[in-house]
Nanobody, 122 residues
Framework: QVQLVESGGGLVQAGGSLRLSCAVS????????MGWYRQAPGKQRELVAA???????NYADSVKGRFTISRDNAKRTLYLQMNSLKREDTAVYYC????????????????WGQGTQVTVSS
C-alpha cells in the first residue's frame, strides 16, 4: 500500500521560512511526477510546484522566486522550501504523486497525502 505522509507545517510570521516534507512509503515500480498543492479556506485546490521525473520544475506564479521544490530519491522524500512567506500562503498543503505500480504494465495511479497546515501571521 503506497502512502504519502507530509510534515513540516506550522505557524510562522510573515517573511519567515518553512520546509515541508513528503515521505513516500510502500512498494511500487517508480514515481513519475510529484508536486505540492494547497487549498485555502473557501478556495479551490491549486498547484504550487511540480517536479517531473526528468527533473523539470513548474511553479505557480505566486510562489516563483520564493519556493523551491526538490526530491531525494534515496529517501523517497519530496520537499518544498518556502521562503519569504506571506499571509496569502496560508493554506493546507498537500503532497501528490503519480506512481507506477509494482506491476508496471498497470497504469499509473494518483496518490495524495493527508495535508499539513501552514499558517502565516502578520
Amino acid at each position: 500500500q503506497v502512502q504519502l505522509v507530509e510534515s513540516g507545517g506550522g505557524l510562522v510570521q510573515a517573511g519567515g521560512s518553512l520546509r515541508l516534507s513528503c515521505a513516500v512509503s510502500g512498494s511500487f515500480f517508480k514515481i513519475n511526477a510529484m508536486g505540492w498543492y494547497r487549498q485555502a479556506p473557501g478556495k479551490q485546490r491549486e498547484l504550487v510546484a511540480a517536479l517531473t521525473s526528468n527533473i523539470n520544475t513548474n511553479y505557480a506564479d505566486s510562489v516563483k522566486g520564493r519556493f523551491t521544490i526538490s526530491r531525494d530519491n534515496a529517501k523517497r522524500t519530496l520537499y518544498l522550501q518556502m521562503n519569504s512567506l506571506k499571509r496569502e500562503d496560508t493554506a493546507v498543503y498537500y503532497c501528490h504523486a503519480d506512481i507506477v505500480p509494482i506491476v508496471p504494465a498497470y497504469p499509473p495511479e494518483n496518490y495524495w497525502g493527508q495535508g499539513t497546515q501552514v499558517t502565516v501571521s502578520s
